[in-house]
């Protein structure tokens, strides 16, 4: 809970009902001396990986999602509300048991795209009645979704959006055993598989392995940018508004409230809101794509059935 703010009545509710959830829905680790936050440490514990021996593992956090969708860029969210007829999304299973079965690799990357407020200040709706990304649709990155990343100075781009190769590794099985070296994101990635690892286009996400000072053996892949559509990919949604991304910048208990050059700053909110000075500096990179609009219903359905709500 690093990036929550439990002071907000809706996230409260949904952190109880996560403890009140049993496995495989949902196992909940907590420590109370804000380690965790500090050291963004996330490997699983073993006797969780050894009583439910996943076939594909992927780290993800609650502002995450991992969505499988064939097309560019969608519209905007208004469009998208105004004929959202989708009733369940496609099998993301079936997609990597088809994908891996032709390539017999042991990881897959997606790339994270990250929305902003799309010009809210304040949350547009209650998550009890329609989820966040339900209202957002502009995003860093271009339509095609190969490049989710923005070049420029450190004190200009945020970390999130700065880092072309922070998206992260969907581990496939036997390689699940490895979880322990590979839980962070792809520039964490020490590759001790040669290579073994894809984007879901099919194509090889390593140019090369180059020695590092640091990693399981030394050495690192050298990724490089796909040069056709992704169709599995992470929408990072950082913020729904921007005096909720202002807030939770100050109060999360997050290694990144306590950085000056990673953390979740005042000005990182401004960057990801239209109008502000941050923003208009760096908006030729923004896109518009609400690819995720139209399972706002089906989304916020499902959702009161795990949760209770």
């Given at each position: 809970m690093c990036h929550s703010n439990l002071s907000s009545p809706e996230q409260l509710r949904v952190y109880n009902a996560l403890h009140a959830m049993q496995l495989p829905l949902a196992h909940v680790i907590e420590h109370d001396d804000g380690i965790i936050c500090d050291t963004y440490e996330r490997d699983p514990p073993a006797n969780l990986m050894s009583s439910i021996r996943p076939k594909y593992l992927m780290n993800i956090d609650l502002d995450e999602y991992l969505v499988l969708d064939s097309g560019p860029c969608v519209g905007t969210a208004e469009d998208a509300r105004a004929h959202q007829s989708l009733a369940k999304p496609p099998s993301i299973i079936d997609f990597l048991e088809n994908t891996v079965s032709q390539q017999g690799v042991g990881y897959m990357y997606a790339h994270?795209?990250?929305?902003?407020?799309?010009?809210?200040?304040?949350?547009?709706?209650?998550?009890?009645?329609?989820?966040?990304?339900?209202?957002?649709d502009e995003r860093v990155g271009n339509c095609l979704r190969t490049d989710p990343h923005i070049s420029g100075p450190k004190d200009e781009i945020p970390e999130t959006v700065r880092n072309g190769d922070a998206g992260k590794i969907i581990m496939i099985a036997p390689f699940v055993d490895d979880?322990?070296?590979?839980?962070?994101?792809?520039i964490d990635f020490a590759n001790a598989k040669n290579g073994n690892t894809i984007y879901p286009n099919g194509t090889r996400a390593c140019e090369s392995l180059v020695e590092i000072s640091i990693g399981?053996?030394?050495l690192r892949c050298r990724p490089v940018l796909p040069s056709t559509p992704q169709h599995l990919f992470i929408n990072h949604y950082v913020t729904g508004a921007l005096e909720d991304c202002m807030k939770k910048g100050r109060t999360a208990q997050s290694r990144r409230r306590k950085n000056s050059m990673t953390g979740r700053t005042d000005g990182e909110c401004r960057f990801y809101h239209p109008g502000t000075s941050e923003y208009e500096k760096h908006k030729q990179?923004?896109?518009?794509?609400?690819?995720?609009?139209?399972?706002?219903?089906?989304?916020?359905?499902?959702?009161?059935?795990?949760?209770?709500?």
């Open positions: 994270r795209h990250t929305y902003g407020t799309s010009g809210y200040t304040k949350q547009p709706s209650s998550p009890s009645t329609m989820p966040e990304f339900y209202f957002l979880a322990y070296n590979y839980m962070g994101h792809f399981a053996n030394g990179f923004m896109v518009t794509d609400a690819v995720l609009v139209k399972y706002g219903a089906v989304t916020r359905n499902r959702a009161a059935e795990i949760f209770i709500l």
